[in-house]
C-alpha cells in the first residue's frame, strides 16, 4: 500500500484564502478539521474539499471536493484543478511544499478568482439539487407562497437576480411591508437561499421556486 502524503500547516494556510473567499459567498461553512474544509448546507448536505496533487506529492495542484449523500446526485464530487485557472499553459500554478515551505508557483499567473467563483457556483448547485422539482424539498426548507415566489421572479427578471430590498419594496408597496421583507431576507440568507450582502437568489431558491410552481401546476389540472 503507498504511503500517505499530507500538505503541511504552511500549505493548508495557503489555501484557506481560497476557502476563506468561498466561505465569503455560501453559508454554511464550518472550517478546516484536519486536512479538509467542510460546509453544511441547507438540506442535510456536508461537503468536503481537499488538496490533492497529481505530480508528486511535493506539489498539490488541484482541489477536490465531494458531498455526503445521494441527494447532490450527478454534482456530489468536482474537481478543481489549479492548472485550469492558469493564465499561461506551460506556467501551471500550484503549491510547492517541500519539506514544509510552502509558497505559491506562478501565483501571478493563477486566475484564482474564476476558481472561487465557480467552486461557490457548485455549491449552490448541490443545494438547488437538493429540492429539484423530483425530490421532496427538505424540512427545513420554507413553503413559499403566491408572493414569495412574485419577488424571487422579479429579483430574477428585473433585477438580475439581486434581492435589492429597497427596489422590491419600491415594486410591491401595496403588498409587502420593509420590515416583512428584510425578514424574509434574513430567513432565507440563513438558510443559504440568498447568497450573503449583497444578496443574490442562488440555484437553490430559484429551484425551490420552479419546484412549487409545478407542484401547484399539477394539482391544479389533477
Known amino acids: 500500500m503507498a504511503p500517505l502524503f499530507y500538505p503541511s500547516f504552511q500549505a493548508l494556510r495557503l489555501a484557506d484564502v481560497i476557502?476563506?473567499?468561498i466561505a465569503q459567498r455560501v453559508p454554511g461553512y464550518i472550517g478546516r478539521l484536519g486536512t479538509a474544509w467542510y460546509w453544511r448546507l441547507a438540506g442535510g448536505t456536508v461537503v468536503n474539499f481537499w488538496l490533492d496533487y497529481t505530480v508528486t506529492e511535493e506539489r498539490w495542484d488541484v482541489i477536490r471536493a465531494q458531498a455526503s449523500n445521494g441527494r447532490a446526485g450527478i454534482f456530489n464530487?468536482?474537481?478543481?484543478?489549479?492548472?485550469a485557472y492558469g493564465t499561461l499553459l506551460t506556467s501551471p500554478p500550484?503549491?510547492?511544499?517541500?519539506?514544509?515551505m510552502a509558497e505559491w508557483a506562478n501565483r501571478l499567473y493563477f486566475n484564482m478568482g474564476h476558481l472561487i467563483a465557480e467552486a461557490a457556483q457548485w455549491l449552490q448547485m448541490l443545494q438547488a439539487a437538493a429540492i429539484a422539482p423530483q425530490v421532496s424539498p427538505p424540512a427545513s426548507f420554507p413553503y413559499l407562497g403566491p408572493l414569495e415566489r412574485e419577488l424571487?421572479?422579479?429579483?430574477?427578471?428585473?433585477l438580475e437576480g439581486r434581492f435589492d430590498l429597497a427596489r422590491l419594496r419600491a415594486a410591491f408597496r401595496d403588498r409587502v411591508s420593509m420590515r416583512r421583507l428584510q425578514r424574509l431576507a434574513q430567513e432565507w440568507?440563513?438558510?443559504?437561499l440568498l447568497t450573503p450582502r449583497p444578496r443574490r437568489v442562488t440555484y437553490a431558491l430559484r429551484a425551490l421556486v420552479e419546484g412549487e410552481e409545478g407542484t401547484e401546476y399539477a394539482t391544479r389540472n389533477t
Not at 500550484?94 to 514544509?100: A, E, F, R, T, V
Open 19 to 21: 476557502f476563506g473567499e
Open 77 to 83: 464530487r468536482a474537481d478543481f484543478p489549479f492548472a
Open 94 to 100: 500550484y503549491i510547492h511544499d517541500l519539506q514544509g
Open 152 to 158: 424571487v421572479q422579479y429579483a430574477l427578471e428585473h
Open 189 to 192: 440568507e440563513s438558510l443559504g
